[in-house]
């Protein structure tokens, strides 16, 4: 009996089909989701959704330069991400430094 070794594959690629059924069905965690997506990679790095209250969401920016140019953008990031949620919307982002 003969055995092929086949090469490992990467744990994302196995656990991504049950990653949808653990994340929390909340508007965070909606907008978690769309971010990279609505604002793109080089952001993404740079500032991440970590609140939502009554609409608003919470952005923590690893710069206040950041934090500033995300408050300029933000009625169009707004809009990018409420094009991409599945359920509910927000109203504007809150920007703070120091992530």
């Known amino acids: 009996m003969t055995f092929h070794r086949r090469a490992p594959r990467a744990v ?3 656990l991504s089909p049950l990653s ?7 508007l965070l965690a909606e907008v978690q989701r769309a971010w990279p997506e609505a604002v793109g ?3 993404a790095l740079e500032a991440r959704p970590v609140g ?3 609409g608003t969401v919470t952005v923590a920016c690893s710069a206040s330069v950041w934090a500033q140019e995300l408050d300029l953008m933000g009625p169009d990031i707004v809009a990018r991400l409420n094009e991409r949620l599945r359920r509910g919307s927000i109203s504007r982002l809150r920007c ?3 992530a």
């Open 96 to 98: 703070v430094s120091g």
């Open 20 to 26: 949808a059924e653990w994340v929390p069905e909340t």
């Open 12 to 14: 994302a690629s196995a």
């Open 52 to 54: 939502e209250r009554a």
């Open 41 to 43: 990679a080089a952001i």
